[in-house]
């Protein structure tokens, strides 16, 4: 891309990674978008801060990256170390990014390409499993269905009221006027980056990009289930937020999913059974 390109900041949220994370930060370095600012939220309590902080004092690194920089993510890897790895970044967008995940090849040009191109303020991509084992049936399943479907909704608007299509809060890449507008991610466990997703659903209509561009880290039968149960728990809130917000008040964007679409949106409704959540929260 041209030198004038504008600078991404892939926000790196290091949990207990120490295994993955030095991997996870290659994919960074390997990518051939030119302007890259890297900000690494340490909220580890293993071996993970170490590695990270030989990683941002490597030359090769800061050679490569406009800037790179450790912030404490105060022994947490959930929103708290995602709003404070944005707060120190700068970049005209943002690239969120889990310490045990991957950033495939091309994935930062082909999403400025795909926002520029489009107008979107908030994009996700395809994702690609990573596992070291072979993964649970009802895992797989879940991970490919999901965004297989997206296409047979009428905008990606309705596909996110179903189900968390990025599948990972590493897979979103928005714009830092966004973020403004919309506000932090919230203090939700699990869901956080469906929470913040919908929240931007009332401002700009997501793109989806049908492309493998995120390395998504599998990790088994029992901790899917777990995972799937406590989203499910926190999706209550979720889905009674933005079911109240689009339905009192005004939406910029037009095509978000709300009575305005008339019979459709009662239909889906209905359909999806989130009735339930047409309450005020």
Same mark, same amino acid.
């Not at 900041?9 to 930060?25: C, F, I, K, M, Q």
């Not at 005209?92 to 889990?98: H, I, K, Q, S, T």
């Not at 049908?210 to 901790?223: I, Q």
């Given at each position: 891309?041209?030198?004038?390109?504008?600078?991404?900041?892939?926000?790196?949220?290091?949990?207990?990674?120490?295994?993955?994370?030095?991997?996870?930060?290659?994919?960074?370095?390997?990518?051939?978008?030119? +302007?890259?600012?890297?900000?690494?939220? !340490?909220?580890?309590?293993?071996?993970?801060?170490?590695?990270?902080?030989?990683?941002?004092?490597?030359?090769?690194?800061?050679?490569?990256?406009?800037?790179?920089?450790?912030?404490?993510?105060?022994?947490? +890897?959930? $929103?708290?170390?995602?709003?404070?790895?944005?707060?120190?970044?700068?970049?005209?967008?943002?690239?969120?990014?889990?310490? !045990?995940?991957?950033?495939?090849?091309?994935?930062?040009? /082909?999403?400025?390409?795909?926002?520029?191109?489009?107008?979107?303020?908030? +994009?996700?991509?395809?994702?690609?499993?990573?596992?070291?084992?072979?993964?649970?049936?009802?895992?797989?399943?879940?991970?490919?269905?999901?965004?297989?479907?997206?296409?047979?909704? $009428?905008?990606?608007?309705?596909?996110?009221?179903?189900?968390?299509?990025?599948?990972?809060?590493?897979?979103?890449?928005?714009?830092?006027?966004?973020?403004?507008?919309?506000?932090?991610?919230?203090?939700?466990?699990?869901?956080?980056?469906?929470?913040?997703?919908?929240?931007?659903?009332?401002?700009?209509?997501?793109?989806?990009?049908?492309? $493998?561009?995120?390395?998504?880290?599998? /990790?088994?039968?029992?901790?899917?289930?777990?995972?799937?149960? /406590?989203?499910?728990?926190?999706?209550?809130?979720?889905?009674?937020? %933005?079911?109240?917000?689009?339905?009192? /008040? $005004?939406?910029?964007?037009?095509?978000?999913?709300?009575?305005?679409?008339?019979?459709?949106?009662?239909?889906?409704?209905?359909?999806?059974?989130?009735?339930? %959540?047409?309450?005020?929260?």
């Amino acid at each position: 891309m041209a030198a004038t390109s504008p600078l991404v900041s892939v926000v790196v949220v290091a949990g207990d990674n120490e295994r993955h994370v030095s991997a996870a930060l290659e994919s960074v370095t390997a990518q051939d978008y030119p +302007a890259i600012e890297l900000v690494i939220a !340490d909220g580890s309590r293993d071996r993970t801060g170490v590695l990270v902080r030989t990683f941002a004092q490597d030359p090769r690194v800061q050679a490569r990256v406009q800037s790179v920089t450790v912030v404490d993510g105060q022994k947490s +890897a959930g $929103p708290e170390a995602v709003n404070r790895g944005i707060r120190e970044s700068r970049g005209d967008y943002v690239a969120l990014f889990n310490g !045990d995940e991957r950033l495939l090849p091309r994935r930062l040009t /082909r999403m400025v390409e795909v926002c520029q191109s489009t107008g979107a303020e908030i +994009a996700f991509s395809r994702i690609e499993p990573l596992s070291e084992d072979s993964p649970a049936p009802a895992e797989i399943e879940y991970v490919y269905s999901v965004q297989d479907n997206i296409e047979f909704f $009428p905008t990606v608007g309705y596909a996110l009221l179903r189900h968390e299509s990025p599948l990972s809060r590493g897979n979103l890449f928005f714009s830092r006027p966004l973020f403004e507008r919309v506000g932090p991610f919230a203090p939700f466990e699990h869901a956080h980056g469906w929470d913040f997703l919908l929240r931007s659903l009332l401002v700009t209509e997501p793109a989806f990009v049908a492309e $493998p561009l995120y390395g998504l880290r599998l /990790r088994g039968h029992e901790p899917f289930v777990e995972h799937q149960r /406590r989203v499910a728990k926190e999706a209550e809130t979720i889905l009674r937020n %933005y079911f109240f917000y689009c339905r009192t /008040r $005004p939406l910029t964007n037009v095509v978000a999913p709300s009575p305005a679409w008339g019979p459709f949106f009662t239909s889906f409704v209905t359909a999806s059974r989130h009735a339930n %959540y047409l309450v005020k929260p």
